[in-house]
């Protein structure tokens, strides 16, 4: 099993929908859950934080997140072409020393 | 302008010749790390450091050597490059004590031929 998984997509969708981004964790000591955004060669960018169950909104992104479930996801509302990039969920290991990458889910937003 | 900055951003270079990436960070960060990112494998750690002198070995580090003699500085050193050393390479710091928000660096794109 892997320690981050994330359906690598393309997760299509057309402008001005909602998008979900989903990912599953394996560490049950993860505490802090982080998702980034990629574009296509540059550096990953930080776009949420999530520290307790539940939702917490930012603008147009919310983040969820299940401790029970190992369960944590992205939604994108209003979503505009330029969200077109890979989403990158990342967990916090038990210890607090790194960050746990899924591959990434690639999002393509049609105009 | 708070931010992680590397150098240089592109490097090619032939097998066995000794470099080093320079990663540098103006946030005060205790925490710093290096990681490569190969398609369909994401981002793997090489290195971090958690503080001061105080450096730990990550997922992949075979290959690669880091020190940290300053806060703010966290330079990587490939003493004999091979091809398989041939990535994108990420420098990133952040903070320990409240929040565990990461910042990265731009990226260094290296080529070992």
């Known amino acids: 099993q892997k320690e981050v998984e994330q359906n690598s997509g393309p997760l299509s969708v057309p402008e001005g929908a909602i998008a979900s981004l989903n990912c599953t964790y394996s560490?049950?000591?993860?505490?802090?859950f982080f998702w980034y955004r990629q574009y296509s060669g540059k550096s990953p960018e930080l776009i949420m934080s999530?520290?307790?169950?539940g939702d917490k909104e930012d603008g147009r992104f919310t983040a969820q997140l299940n401790k029970a479930s190992q369960y944590v996801s992205l939604l994108i509302r209003d979503s505009q072409p330029s969200d077109s990039a890979t989403y990158l969920c990342?967990?916090?290991?038990?210890?607090?020393?790194?960050?746990?990458f899924g591959t990434g889910t690639r999002l393509l937003v049609s105009p | 302008e708070a931010q992680v900055t590397q150098n240089p951003r592109y490097l090619i270079t032939v097998t066995g010749k000794k470099l080093t990436v320079t990663c540098s960070q103006n946030?005060?960060?205790?925490?710093m790390s290096w990681y490569r990112q190969d398609p369909g494998l994401g981002l793997r750690q090489i290195y971090y450091?958690?503080?001061?002198?105080?450096?730990d070995k990550g997922d992949v580090p075979e290959g690669y050597k880091v020190s940290r003699k300053e806060k703010r500085n966290f330079p990587l050193i490939l003493e004999s490059p091979s091809p398989n050393q041939t990535s994108l390479y990420f420098c990133?710091?952040?903070?320990?004590?409240?929040?565990?928000?990461?910042?990265f660096g731009p990226g260094t794109r290296l080529t070992v031929t």
């Open positions: 990133a710091s952040r903070g320990t004590l409240t929040t565990y928000e990461q910042y």
């Open positions: 560490d049950r000591g993860s505490q802090s």
């Open positions: 999530i520290y307790s169950n």
């Open positions: 990342a967990p916090m290991n038990t210890g607090f020393q790194k960050l746990v």
């Open positions: 946030m005060n960060h205790e925490y």
């Open positions: 450091s958690m503080n001061v002198e105080v450096t």
